[in-house]
């Protein structure tokens, strides 16, 4: 997290806290990615998101509301978005000491989740949700390579509307579901869902492509996929659609880090690569990528 970066998210973080009463000058950071994340006191952590995310926030804190009514433990929200010169914060109660879920842990979750009858305030799946963004804002890329992913996006972009074969039944869909999204408690018996900004109604596919795109990066072992698909009960590559979303999750993942490199240095070498690779130049699958 560089020092310019911090101001920023810190300045506005200040003047939130002090519109919700609390004093922010003490707050720790914890995390810099899509929101950055600052502990406070009284065991409240709070989320800056960027700029023009207000719509985003306020879907959070309803998406943990319903989630809590419908008995799945999630992030408890401990105050509606307050907005700061167009830049949403939203304030959380802590969670308590936590670890990763494990792969089966996740995919319990997720069947679980995918269970429920969709509320009628989410909206359908937005795959390409930022990507765009992304690239424009990705200045550590050279101007080929984000001509090539713009290009890439809308191939992508065409054969998604072109329709998915059937599959699943659509459902409430996560958007971003892994280990460190669906925690779990220390004492091993509360899961946890947070990281709640992508929740939407699509295929539950979308939830799955996540983890098995992880499996053929080799991020995680054979054996962890097996017990992530034995507790999901479905295997996702080997549905007709898998190739496309996998495609889609690849591109996201790397517009994402391309994301972070702009202000976070270690991350540049890593963007570039992921771009090659996606353009041919490193061989076939799998790629040389690190889990970030």
Not at 2 to 28: F, H, K, M, N
Request: hydrophobic share 40%.
């Amino acid at each position: 997290m560089t020092v310019a970066a911090l101001d920023g998210y810190r300045s506005v973080l200040i003047a939130a806290c002090r519109q919700a009463g609390l004093d922010g000058a003490d707050a720790e950071p914890m995390r810099l990615g899509e929101n950055a994340l600052f502990r406070l006191p009284h065991g409240l952590v709070a989320r800056v998101a960027r700029p023009g995310q207000q719509a985003v926030a306020a879907k959070e804190v309803q998406v943990a509301k319903w989630l809590l009514e419908h008995d799945i433990a999630a992030v408890h929200p401990w105050t509606e978005p307050i907005v700061i010169d167009e830049t949403a914060v939203t304030i959380w109660r802590e969670l308590p000491r936590h670890r990763p879920g494990r792969y089966s842990e996740v995919a319990a979750a997720l069947r679980r989740l995918h269970s429920l009858s969709p509320p009628d305030f989410l909206e359908p799946l937005t795959p390409f949700v930022r990507t765009a963004q992304r690239i424009d804002q990705a200045r550590t890329l050279t101007v080929d390579d984000r001509a090539w992913l713009r290009t890439r996006l809308t191939e992508l972009e065409d054969r998604y509307i072109r329709g998915l074969p059937d599959g699943l039944p659509v459902a409430v869909i996560h958007g971003d579901a892994y280990g460190g999204n669906i925690v779990v408690t220390e004492d091993d018996q509360v899961t946890v869902v947070l990281d709640l900004e992508r929740f939407s109604v699509g295929p539950p596919e979308w939830d799955l492509t996540s983890t098995a795109v992880h499996r053929g990066f080799e991020w995680i072992s054979s054996e962890d996929y097996r017990a992530y698909c034995m507790a999901y009960g479905h295997d996702v590559t080997s549905w007709d659609g898998y190739t496309l979303l996998r495609d889609i999750r690849e591109l996201r993942i790397t517009t994402w880090i391309a994301q972070l490199a702009v202000d976070q240095p270690k991350y540049r070498d890593e963007a570039s690569l992921r771009v090659a690779c996606l353009r041919g130049e490193c061989g076939p699958r799998p790629w040389p990528w690190r889990a970030a």
